[in-house]
């Protein structure tokens, strides 16, 4: 068996932390966003996230911009676009059940936006306790500001509040 260089191995995408240890996962786009974005390290970042096995990799940055680019790689992806204008309760009804299910068929998901910032940890945070997997909004939080290593804002905060409002996953 051969030993895969370092080249062929990638690298881990910015800002990536584990949610659930080899089940789910976030990270900021890869290749960066805005300005800081490049191409290279956008597929050094993907050919990790292929290599560590993650299927499907979901995007909720509202452009498709680079979703080629997992294609190209051999990499399952979904594109959850989650743009400033939508209904976040209409949002989180449709995606929280949909990454219930991949996580419950076993599937490694990674979710990234553009940065990881308050709309994907709020998301998150939100998922735990929608999932019943933490028994508070609170604690949701307080998790989430320890996994993503920073607080959760304001934006963040209502997307748990907005979470706690759904029908849960048990009903």
Not at 12 to 39: I, T
Not at 81 to 101: K, S
Not at 111 to 140: C, F, M, N, Q
Request: glycine residues 10%.
């Amino acid at each position: 068996m051969a030993v895969k260089g370092k080249w062929a191995q990638g690298i881990e995408p910015r800002n990536f932390r584990w949610v659930m240890k080899d089940a789910l996962a976030v990270c900021e786009r890869p290749g960066g966003y805005g300005s800081n974005h490049r191409r290279v390290r956008r597929q050094e970042e993907i050919i990790w996230v292929r290599e560590q096995g993650f299927a499907p990799v979901i995007s909720i940055v509202p452009s498709p911009a680079n979703l080629h680019n997992y294609d190209e790689l051999g990499v399952n992806w979904q594109h959850r676009p989650f743009g400033n204008h939508d209904d976040a309760a209409t949002y989180l009804l449709a995606f929280y059940p949909e990454l219930r299910d991949l996580l419950a068929a076993g599937n490694k998901v990674l979710i990234h936006g553009e940065e990881l910032g308050d709309r994907l940890s709020g998301i998150i945070a939100g998922y735990l306790v929608w999932a019943g997997l933490l028994p508070t909004g609170p604690k949701a939080i307080s998790l989430t500001e320890r996994l993503v290593q920073r607080q959760l804002g304001p934006q963040g905060r209502e997307l748990v509040t907005i979470a706690l409002g759904l029908p849960r996953a048990s009903s």
